[in-house]
């Protein structure tokens, strides 16, 4: 399974940035996909995931009304849109598969099975 994130860079405060990670090697549409991210100094973080069918999302609480997770199982892609982004943004980002959802949820990075090279977003204030 390989996994390609791609969409980083550097924003102003309040900006907006779309992530995407196309994923290959195994049946997409089979597996819930999840979004973390790493801040120098900090530990890694679940920030968003979302199940097989798109149906069930869940957002870190820091997050949540700013980001949104979505998928195109035609396209074998998953995307994190990102609003009114803030410095405390800043972070390496990586997008993630795992097997369940319920797995993604309550195990974070332990629950996933593949992981893609990160992509650096940086919001300057």
């Known amino acids: 399974v390989q996994l390609q994130a791609s969409g980083g860079g550097l924003v102003q405060a309040g900006g907006s940035l779309r992530l995407s990670c196309a994923a290959s090697g195994r049946t997409f549409s089979s597996y819930a996909m999840g979004w973390f991210r790493q801040a120098p100094g900090k530990e890694r973080e679940l920030v968003t995931a979302i199940s097989w069918s798109g149906g069930s999302t869940y957002y870190a609480g820091s997050v949540k009304g700013r980001f949104t997770i979505s998928r195109d199982n035609a396209k074998n892609t998953v995307y994190l849109l990102m609003n009114s982004l803030k410095p405390e943004d800043t972070a390496v980002y990586y997008c993630?598969?795992?097997?369940?959802?319920?797995?993604?949820?309550?195990?974070?990075?332990?629950?996933?099975?593949?992981w893609g090279k990160g992509t650096q977003v940086t919001v300057s204030s």
């Open positions: 993630a598969e795992g097997n369940s959802f319920e797995g993604v949820v309550t195990l974070g990075g332990v629950g996933m099975d593949y």
